[in-house]
């Protein structure tokens, strides 16, 4: 017997009853197994299991008095704001229609107004709309980057008349030490950052076994090295957003777009974990 068959035999040893021991044979066999329960212990475990549920369910059941019930119409629920506690019953019989007021979310939205918004590579079409959709909710200070842009600057005279200060630099998102010097500048002569979009984008629809190494860079860069060191940098800071522009595609996907899809999941694992750290994500 070898030394790791006597390890693995202590070890098996030590073990409960019901533990599942998996070895090289199971792991390559021609048939399933199930996880046995022939014990008496396991049997009344399952049962212990049961009644606690059980007593659980009966002890959340309460009574209510029928008679103290108020009924209600749906209309009279549409219209009222229904703070009080008591219980309510609904007639659902009726057949009228109830109006319903319905507030589309971006009415909801509000920016700080000593703040300042980071729009990262958002400097295109879309970019320039969200902008102007930001300081139409109240945003002041809006920051916007990306390698070369071309915004007008009639453009920015424009939104600038609506009070806001939008400042246009260049900047690299794949640099690293660009995007900590564009970060330094920011808060050096701005208010302090509440938010980032991240958008920045290079496409290049080929079919995957046509991409060579740098076509497959010049997509991801971006999107993936960008994005991480944007986090670096907000790695803690409690924002108020961090918005990370994906696109259906890296759900769907699209012909020609294997990189772009890739490149934006990417972005989806980073949201991921900058949430699960806690943090806008
Ligand atoms: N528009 C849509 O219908 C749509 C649909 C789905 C998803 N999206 C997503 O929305 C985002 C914006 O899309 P868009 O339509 O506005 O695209 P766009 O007009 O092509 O804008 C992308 C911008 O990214 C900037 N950029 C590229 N590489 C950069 C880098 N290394 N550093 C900094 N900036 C860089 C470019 O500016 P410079 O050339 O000046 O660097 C460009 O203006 C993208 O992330 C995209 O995936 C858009």
Redesign the pocket.
């Known amino acids: 017997m070898s030394t790791a068959d006597t390890t693995a035999g202590e070890i098996l040893s030590c073990l409960p009853d019901r533990c599942d021991v998996v070895t090289l044979d199971s792991l390559t066999g021609d048939h399933s197994h199930t996880t046995k329960v022939d014990t008496i212990e396991q049997v009344s475990e399952i049962a212990r299991l049961l009644k606690t549920g059980y007593l659980h369910a009966q002890a959340e059941h309460y009574s209510v008095e029928l008679h103290k019930v108020r009924s209600v119409t749906p209309r009279e629920v549409s219209e009222s704001s229904m703070t009080s506690k008591a219980p309510l019953l609904v007639e659902w019989t009726t057949h009228e229609e109830v109006p319903v007021r319905v507030q589309p979310a971006p009415k909801l939205v509000r920016f700080a107004a000593d703040k300042t918004y980071w729009l ?8 320039l709309s969200i902008c102007r959709w930001m300081v139409d909710r109240g945003a002041k200070y809006i920051v916007m ?5 071309k915004i007008e600057p009639s453009w920015l005279d424009e939104v600038e008349a609506l009070g806001a200060t939008v400042h246009v630099f260049t ?4 640099d690293r030490t660009a995007v900590q010097n564009a970060y330094q500048t920011i808060c050096a002569t701005m208010p302090p950052i509440a938010g980032v979009a991240q ?5 290049q629809d080929m079919m995957f076994a046509d991409m060579d190494l740098d076509a497959v860079e010049r997509v991801m ?3 993936v090295n ?1 994005s991480i060191y944007l986090d670096e940098i907000f790695h803690d800071s409690p924002l108020d957003f961090f918005i990370f ?4 595609a890296a759900i769907s996907g699209n012909k020609g777009q294997s990189i772009y899809g890739a490149a ?1 999941t990417s972005m989806h694992a980073l949201a991921a974990q900058r949430r699960q750290r806690g943090f806008a994500g």
Do not use: E, H, Q, Y
Request: net charge positive; aromatic share 4%; no cysteine.
């Open positions: 990262v590579g958002l400097t295109g079409g879309l970019g980057t990306s390698r070369n842009s900047n690299d998102i794949t958008g920045a984008m290079v496409l860069n971006p999107k960008g522009f994906s696109s259906v934006n």
